[in-house]
Nanobody, 114 residues
């Protein structure tokens, strides 16, 4: 079973930036499409951004123009650069595969104060 370990969250003021990192175990990471998801207080989990094995990017509407997803297949990692953060970005952020998802890690908490 693949394990994902997320890090990089924290408390930041509105307009600030954070970079999240995710490390994945397993030897098939490089051929899988991986994404960042988030679940805010009282909300359902939503897809923030995804990146294919070939580097094609997809962003959810809240992330467009502010967030950048990237991956390093040599290190089995995926990152999310978040700029111009807003209070509504407050959530627990997770990474996982888009299809045939593995179990969810603990995630990393992002809190944006107004």
């Amino acid at each position: 079973q693949v394990q994902f370990v997320e890090s990089g969250g924290g408390l930041v003021q509105s307009g600030g930036s954070l970079t999240l990192s995710c490390s994945a175990s397993g030897r098939f990471f490089r051929v899988r499409t991986v994404g960042w998801f988030r679940q805010g207080p009282g909300k359902q989990r939503e897809l923030v951004a995804s990146i294919t094995s070939g580097g094609a990017l997809n962003y959810g509407d809240p992330a467009k123009g502010r967030f950048t997803i990237s991956r390093d297949n040599a290190k089995n990692t995926v990152s999310l650069q978040m700029n111009n953060l807003k209070p509504e970005d407050t959530a627990i952020y997770h990474c996982n595969y888009i299809l045939e998802q593995s179990s969810w890690g603990q995630g990393t908490q992002v809190t944006v104060s107004s």
